[in-house]
């Protein structure tokens, strides 16, 4: 699902080189690479300060779609809200990059 969600605005997006875009400022790559950069330093910091994970016996029991579906929406659910609101944020902001200006009609 993720795979055709990045095509699609890959899509929408279009082929124009950025040169030819509007507003387009020559410091916006190095913005983009710089918090890119620091969102992975921080996730790195986050993954290296957990707990070793450990094993819960009751996985084997009812099946593991069961155990995960409770894993994740019992005690993960802000996670899972914040990536939805991520993912439905991307495609307004692809759809917002892909629409074309509006043309007057005589």
Do not use: C, D, H
């Amino acid at each position: 699902g993720i795979v055709i969600l990045i095509l699609f605005v890959i899509m929408l997006i279009g082929s124009a080189p950025l040169e030819t875009r509007a507003g387009y400022r020559s410091w916006v790559p190095y913005a983009g690479l710089a918090l890119g950069v620091v969102m992975l330093a921080g996730m790195a910091l986050t993954v290296l300060q957990m707990p070793p994970a450990t094993i819960n016996p009751a996985a084997n029991e009812g099946g593991v779609p069961i155990v995960l579906g409770v894993e994740i929406y019992s005690q993960n659910i802000l996670l899972v809200e914040l990536a939805a609101v991520l993912l439905l944020v991307a495609l307004l902001g692809a759809l917002l990059l892909a629409r074309r200006p509006k043309t007057e009609s005589i």
